[in-house]
Every structure is written in structure tokens, then in C-alpha cells.
């Protein structure tokens, strides 16, 4: 056991990170909100927490909790505008807001510019991560079954019919743009302190439609889709290792297969194949 998990460890290890980011862009979607800016609060996290151990030499979980709760302020302040509009038009605005926020990083001397931070301290641990994804899945099935979930699912399906029914709309799909934000900060957090650099290309455009590719192959009208499809697409390239068609760029070719097939076949996701599976069972 101790030799599968020296060699697989880091596959682990970020399968379990991957899996907390979908998640955070799993709760604006569950108000109908298409948000791309996702990993742009994950780098803020990420940014502040290592910020705070390196330079302030701040206790690992208050850093984490510093850089989560940066993001979900940061969230605050441009959730009130920017959440006023829908669908693609809201998409842009976020990826715009994630590039602002990229750009920003490359800039400031304090976030090491292009080239990030270096030296950041090792503190994530496995347990650590999937003590934080456990608790995360947790406390979002028991939000689902809950009034604030059964309103976000309501805004979802229809807005106009959620607010003649006498919903806050405004106040859901802020509060779920801001938790979204916060559990992706601390996800960032997280992953800062398992790698010894970060950089701001990591938080930009490419990550945030890897975030949205969890949510479509594993299916988001549920907390276990997300982290289902984070799980299937992080360990499709180390699986496939041997077979030539995944070396180098066509892995992404693989993933796009595999995108294009739950699409096409299974427009829920996974997670609606084992539902039909376990109704047909029954």
C-alpha cells in the first residue's frame, strides 16, 4: 500500500483538488449561473494564503482561511454587478474578470510576477484534502435538500417563475456566486501549499474550462457529478499511460472524446447513467 501511494500520490493528491474546485463552480450552476471565473478565485486563494505563510509566516490553516474568505469579499464586491446579467453574457464577464485577475498576478512584485511565488512551505496533506472535499460534499447534499437549495434549483429552471413564487433571486445567486468563490479559495489555498510554485497561468482560461468539463461530463444536477468527472478525466492520462494516443497533446483529444460522447449520449452527465441505472435495478 505504501508503494501504490508513493507512486500514485501526487495523482491523488490532485484528483482530490480538482475535485473541490468543481465543486465550487458546481454551486453557481446549481442556481443556473454560468460562472468562468471560478479558477480566478482559486488563484487568489492561492496567491494570499502563500503570501501570508511566506512572507508573514501565518499559521497554514488561518492562511487558508484568510485566502478563501479574500476570495468570497472579492466575490461580494463584483457578484452585485456582474450577476444583474445571464447565460453568456454573465460567462464573458466572469472570464473577463478571471484575465483581470491573471494579469494582475503577472504585474505585482508581492505575487512574484510571471513567474510566481517560489519556496511556498509544504503543508497540504491528503487527508487534508479529502477531509475538506468530504466536508465540502457534505455540507453541499445536505444545502440541496435544504430551502436555499430548493431555491437555487428553482432559480435554475426557471427565473421569472422563482420570483413571481416570491424568491430572492438577487440574494440566492449572490450567496451562491459568493459560496462558489469561497470554497474555491480554499481549494486554491490548498493547492499553493502542495506545490513548491504557483504561477498565474495556472489560474487562467484553460483551468476554468477544465472546471466546467468536470461539471458537463460528470453532471451537475448533482454534488457527486462534479466530483465524479474531476476524478475520471485526472486519472484518464496516468491510466492510459502506455497506449500512444495519450502521450502529449491528443490526451486532449481523449477528453474531448469523452466530452463530446456524454454530450451527445448522456446530456446529464454520469451521474444520471448510475440513477438509471440503480431506477431500472429496482
Given amino acids: 500500500m505504501s508503494e501504490f501511494f508513493a507512486v500514485y500520490g501526487s495523482l491523488i493528491n490532485f484528483a482530490g483538488l480538482n475535485a473541490l474546485l468543481a465543486l465550487s463552480l458546481y454551486v453557481p450552476l446549481s442556481a443556473g449561473q454560468l460562472s468562468l471565473g471560478n479558477a480566478a478565485f482559486a488563484g487568489i486563494g492561492a496567491y494570499v494564503s502563500a503570501i501570508l ?9 488561518l492562511a487558508i482561511a484568510a485566502g ?14 456582474v450577476l444583474r446579467i445571464r447565460g453568456i453574457f454573465l460567462a464573458m464577464a466572469t ?3 478571471g484575465e483581470v485577475v ?9 505575487t512574484g510576477g510571471a513567474e510566481g511565488l517560489i519556496g511556498i512551505p509544504s503543508k497540504t496533506t491528503m487527508l487534508i484534502i479529502y477531509g475538506t472535499l468530504g466536508v465540502a460534499a457534505y455540507f453541499l447534499t445536505i444545502l440541496r435538500g435544504s430551502r436555499i437549495g430548493w431555491s437555487f434549483a428553482s432559480i435554475r429552471e426557471d427565473e421569472t417563475a422563482a420570483m413571481v413564487m416570491g424568491i430572492n433571486t438577487t440574494l440566492y445567486k449572490n450567496s451562491a456566486f459568493i459560496l462558489g468563490a469561497f470554497i474555491a479559495g480554499i481549494a486554491g489555498g490548498l493547492y499553493a501549499h502542495l506545490n513548491f510554485i504557483i504561477t498565474p497561468g495556472e489560474f487562467g482560461f484553460a ?37 500512444d494516443i495519450t502521450a502529449g497533446p491528443p490526451r486532449l ?17 454520469l451521474s444520471s447513467f448510475f440513477k438509471r441505472a440503480k431506477g431500472s435495478s429496482e
Wanted: net charge positive.
Fill in 95 to 97: 472570464l473577463a474578470f
Fill in 253 to 269: 483529444f481523449v477528453n474531448g472524446l469523452i466530452l463530446l460522447l456524454v454530450i451527445l449520449y448522456l446530456p446529464n452527465g
Fill in 53 to 61: 505563510t511566506m512572507r508573514l509566516n501565518a499559521p497554514f490553516p
Fill in 207 to 243: 483551468a476554468e474550462v477544465q472546471l466546467l468539463i468536470y461539471n458537463i461530463v460528470g453532471g451537475a444536477r448533482s454534488v457527486w457529478g462534479p466530483i465524479l468527472g474531476a476524478f475520471i478525466l485526472t486519472a484518464i492520462p496516468e491510466v492510459l499511460r502506455g497506449v
Fill in 68 to 81: 478563501a474568505f479574500t476570495a468570497a469579499c472579492v466575490a461580494v464586491v463584483i457578484g452585485a454587478p
Fill in 102 to 110: 491573471r494579469i494582475a498576478a503577472v504585474n505585482l512584485a508581492i
